[in-house]
């Protein structure tokens, strides 16, 4: 089973225009408490398989369900397996009616043991996830985040490349990923301006309705993440505007911080000569 790509986590929080940046704040320390505490948050990830075309993977038996994972090989009749066939993400086993977890609510479909298995389009594959809702009571407390500094609600210019660039990245285990090269940020901050590589996930502008900022500062590796940290900022798809508002309170670890079971696009971020006392602090308090 391969490495996975470090998930970006696209809130959709900070936009074009903010009408309330602290509500913005808000908005975003919960959205954030939940995806990593909630029942598919990411202290509640069990296991992941990465399942190409054709081929299927099985939860194997356990003496617990905290002790089930995804095989390859298929044990007994009465397993649960993910198919991905056609274009499906395809979920049967006992007790289940045959569902395509990609066309399911939030993806996913609770299994009888209360387990949960979701299904995301990664690449020409999918992921199978599979969370253990009981998980983050035994792992996780809450998240830390530096108070909020209307300072960080900046005014900058973007400065759209016409052809993205697709620039191959060694992410942090040692596997190649891709990711577009959209534009330029430049970045007005305490004194300074600073010019920021902005990417996205696509390469087709009429697709494109956020960028992305990969960031180390002064903090990093003493009270913010050292391996980076992500800051978004979205718009109407293919609508990218010169200038756009950046709320640099919502500034959110790289999730690998959090779960092994991400990768992170280390080399991809711009290192800002500054502390950036915004957003996510690090480490997060774990029980």
Known sequence: MRSLLCSILLLSLPTLAIADPRKDWDDFR????????????????????????GKTVHLAP???????????????????????????ALIRGPGLAEVDLLKAKEQQQTLPDGLIVRGTVYENSIKAW???????????????????????????TFKRKNVPVGVSHL????????MY???????????????????NKEKDWTKINHVLL??????????????????????????????????????????CA?????????????????ELKYGEMYPPQTK
Request: aromatic letters at 12%.
């Open 130 to 156: 599979l969370y253990n809702p009981k998980l983050p009571a035994q792992r996780f407390k809450s998240l830390s985040f530096f108070p909020y500094d209307p300072k960080g609600v900046v005014t900058a």
């Open 181 to 199: 090269w959209i534009g330029e940020i430049e970045l007005p901050l305490h004194g300074k301006t600073y010019n920021l590589r902005a990417f």
């Open 258 to 274: 959090h779960s092994d079971y991400y990768n992170c696009p280390i080399n991809l971020t711009s290192f800002v000569d500054t």
């Open 62 to 88: 356990a003496r617990a369900p905290a002790d089930i994972r995804w095989a390859v090989q298929p044990g007994d009749k009465g397993q649960v397996s993910m198919s991905y066939e056609n274009g499906r």
């Open 30 to 53: 919960a959205a954030m408490a939940q995806h990593a505490g909630g029942p598919t948050g990411m202290y509640a990830i069990q296991d992941v398989a990465v399942v190409d075309a």
């Open 214 to 255: 990969f960031l180390t500062d002064k903090t990093s590796k003493k009270t913010s993440y050292g391996g980076g940290r992500v800051l978004e900022t979205h718009f109407p798809a293919g609508e990218a505007p010169k200038t756009m508002t950046l709320n640099l309170n919502t500034l959110y670890s790289f999730l």
């Open 171 to 178: 992410d942090s285990r040692n596997h190649t990923g891709l």
